[in-house]
C-alpha cells in the first residue's frame, strides 16, 4: 500500500513541472524512472511501474488538458445515461472511473478495449433493439 504512495507522489511531481501539456505519451515512463531512481524506490524501478492512477497517470502524460479529456468520457456519457435512466451504462462508468483511482486501467489494451467495446454497447443499445 505505501509504494502506491510513492508512484503518486512520481506522478504528481511530474504533474507540477509540466502542468498544462504534460510529457508527452513517449516520455512518461521515462519521467517516472528518473523520479523513482531520485527518491531509490527500488521496486518501481525493478518493476517499470506505471502512476498505478488512470488521472494521475493521463494528466502526466497529456496535462490537465488530456484530464479535461478523459474526464469528459465519463460525464458525456454519465449525463446521458443519468437523463435516460440508463442504470447499465451508469454502473459500467462508475466501476471503470472507481477502478482508476487505483490502476491505470488505459493503458493496457485490455482497459481500452473493454472500456468502449461494452461502452458503445451501452450508449447504443436502444438502437440496436429498436432497429430489428
Not at 73 to 97: A, D, M, N
Not at 112 to 132: A, G, H, R
Amino acid at each position: 500500500p505505501a509504494e502506491r504512495l510513492y508512484l503518486w507522489k512520481s506522478s504528481v511531481e511530474i504533474i507540477q513541472e509540466h502542468p498544462i501539456l504534460g510529457v508527452g505519451t513517449g516520455d512518461i515512463k521515462d519521467e517516472l524512472v528518473l523520479k523513482y531512481a531520485k527518491y531509490g524506490y527500488e521496486s518501481a524501478l525493478l518493476g517499470n511501474f506505471n502512476s498505478h492512477n488512470q488521472f494521475l497517470q493521463t494528466t502526466g502524460t497529456l496535462g490537465f488538458v488530456g484530464l479535461l479529456s478523459w474526464l469528459s468520457c465519463f460525464l458525456v456519457p454519465l449525463i446521458y445515461g443519468l437523463k435516460e435512466k440508463r442504470y447499465l451504462q451508469i454502473s459500467l462508468l462508475l466501476i471503470i472511473f472507481f477502478a482508476s483511482a487505483t490502476e491505470s486501467v488505459m493503458e493496457v489494451q485490455a482497459g481500452v478495449i473493454f472500456f468502449t467495446f461494452f461502452l458503445s454497447i451501452l450508449v447504443n443499445y436502444s438502437k440496436i433493439i429498436n432497429d430489428k
